[in-house]
């Protein structure tokens, strides 16, 4: 089954070197407008346990909190999920959760 | 227009109450994209395909203009700060522009007599900002090999795994900028002992600053989050702070046989020698927060001040700044304590040679917001 995915990270990250989505891993593929990070994947392949698996590795200040928005897109329904983590000291977050459909 | 401000500066007070400034969010950074690289999937999210025009790939609208309001410096003023990303890298260019009008004298003559010296000023930002992450590719490749076979709710094992990532490396920002402004100053210079139509000099100045600088962020540095900047300012400044601020009253008298009436006006002055002059100054600073104690930060200052003619002029400045949870480099107020002319150049009387500010934001860290 294929699905839109939209992911949003918070604008007070400084960098987000690693995205991993199911099996896939993408190499800085978010992009900062409008004052956060933000990436779309259209008719990204989803397996069939009918759950998104998601995994960042973020760059930031450290205690700030990073926040991840994923929001999913079958036909016309729309799932949304927000994940935090802080940034440890030295200035890492990982942020791993699911989305189920 | 004096009520108006007034008015103004008093809902501004009450704001205060509950926040230091208006704007405090992470928010306050907007963007475009540079170029027409604009990725087509973000539209095709939120529209249909038969929606879709050729329009719809071009514009992007920045937002998230911010308020800041200052009541301890007495300043309105209105920022907005554009980053830049540059093409699927972590380089930004930087483009701000700074608005704001300030109350130069004390609220005591402005509750007496709600009679306001204003100024204004006005600045513009440029600035080229990048991070930059040691062992890139080691860490991409020790997230990917060992985020897969960890469960999300194993919350220690995510904990160690951030550790390793950073043993491994770490991210560093850095940023240049160039900071021109302009203040405009508007006053009455007072002078006693002048002949009665003289005691009252009407001033109207402008005065500029060219801040060029860089600045550098870590997360770590033995365990310090830290930030450290170097700036270099030409400017053309004036002495407004070492007059003396007075509320004058004056008094007309009407008269004819049988009434006399008598009415007076009040007016802020400032007596002194007013002086205006060429200097330059070259200023380190670095901004601390340890990570077992991430409520306080210590700032330290090195300041010189040069100017043709006269000697340098330094000032050691040393701070103490608390900061709200989850706002290591944001924080609410400082206490800062400086000490001027440590060289004895200027053989300065006690009361100036140490000062005590209560301070309420702190200029080096808003470049890492």
Redesign the interface.
Same mark, same amino acid.
Request: proline share 7%.
């Given at each position: 089954m294929n699905a /839109?995915v939209?992911l949003k990270v918070?604008?007070?990250t *400084?960098?987000i070197?690693?995205v991993?989505l199911e099996?896939l /891993?993408f *190499? &800085?593929v978010m992009?900062?407008? &409008?004052?956060?990070w933000?990436?779309?994947? !259209?008719n990204f392949p989803i397996d069939t346990d009918k759950k998104l698996d998601f995994?960042l !590795?973020c760059?930031? =200040?450290?205690?700030?909190?990073c926040k991840v928005t994923v929001t999913i897109?079958v036909g016309n329904k729309t799932k949304s999920k927000e994940s935090t983590d802080?940034?440890?000291? *030295?200035?890492?977050? =990982?942020i *791993? /959760?699911?989305l189920k459909l | 227009m004096k009520k108006l401000l007034f008015i103004l500066l008093v809902i501004v007070s009450i704001f205060r109450v509950n926040s230091q400034t208006l704007s405090q969010t992470?928010?306050?950074?907007?963007?475009?994209?540079l170029g027409n690289n604009i990725?087509k999937?973000?539209y095709?999210?939120d529209k249909t395909l038969s929606q879709i025009t050729n329009s719809d790939f071009e514009v %992007?609208? @920045?937002?998230?203009l911010s308020i800041n309001v200052a009541t301890k410096d007495k300043m309105l003023t209105v920022e907005n700060l554009y980053?830049f990303?540059i093409k #699927?890298?972590?380089n930004?260019l930087i483009l701000g522009i700074n608005g704001s009008g300030k109350i130069n004298n004390s609220i005591a003559s402005i509750l007496e007599n709600s009679n306001i010296v204003g100024g204004f000023s006005g600045n513009l930002l440029l600035g080229f900002k990048f991070?930059r $992450?040691k062992n890139?590719t080691d860490? %991409?490749n020790a997230?990917?090999d060992k $985020?897969?076979k $960890?469960d #999300?709710d194993d919350k220690e094992i995510? #904990?160690k795994?951030?550790?390793e990532? +950073?043993?491994l490396g770490?991210?560093e920002?850095h940023w240049f900028y160039i900071n021109p402004s302009i203040e405009g100053r508007k006053f009455k210079n007072y002078f006693p002992s002048n002949n009665f139509d003289s005691q009252i000099v009407k001033e109207n100045k402008s005065l500029w600053a060219l801040n060029i600088g860089y600045n550098y962020w870590s @997360?770590?540095i033995y +365990?310090f989050?830290s930030i450290l900047g170097v700036s270099y300012t030409p400017k053309f400044t004036d002495n407004f702070s070492e007059l003396t601020e007075f509320s004058l009253v004056e008094q007309q008298t009407a008269t004819n046989n049988i009434i006399q009436r008598v009415s007076s006006s009040k007016t802020t002055v400032y007596s002194g020698e007013y002086k205006t002059s060429h200097k330059q100054d070259l200023n380190f600073e670095t901004y601390l927060?340890h990570?077992k104690m991430?409520n306080f930060g210590l700032y330290l200052g090195y300041l010189n001040t040069f100017e043709k003619n006269i000697k340098t002029l330094t000032t050691f400045s040393t701070g103490l700044y608390f900061s709200k949870? #989850?706002? @290591?480099?944001n924080p609410s107020i400082g206490i800062v304590v400086n000490f001027n002319d440590i060289n004895d150049n200027f053989n300065l009387d006690s009361d100036k040679k140490f000062s005590i500010n209560l301070v309420t934001r702190l200029n080096i860290g808003s470049v890492?917001?």
């Open positions: /839109d939209r918070s604008g007070n *400084k960098a070197p690693v991993i099996h /891993d *190499k &800085n992009r900062f407008k &409008n004052g956060e933000s990436k779309t994947f !259209l995994a !590795l760059a930031g =200040i450290p205690f700030q909190e897109r802080i940034f440890g000291p *030295k200035g890492w977050a =990982i *791993k /959760d699911e | 992470n928010n306050s950074n907007s963007s475009l994209l990725d999937s973000e095709l999210f %992007y609208i @920045p937002s998230q980053n990303q #699927k890298t972590n930004f991070f $992450i890139e860490i %991409y997230f990917v $985020i897969k $960890i #999300k995510l #904990k795994l951030k550790q990532i +950073g043993n770490q991210i920002g @997360p770590n +365990g989050n927060v990570n991430p949870p #989850k706002q @290591p480099t890492f917001k």
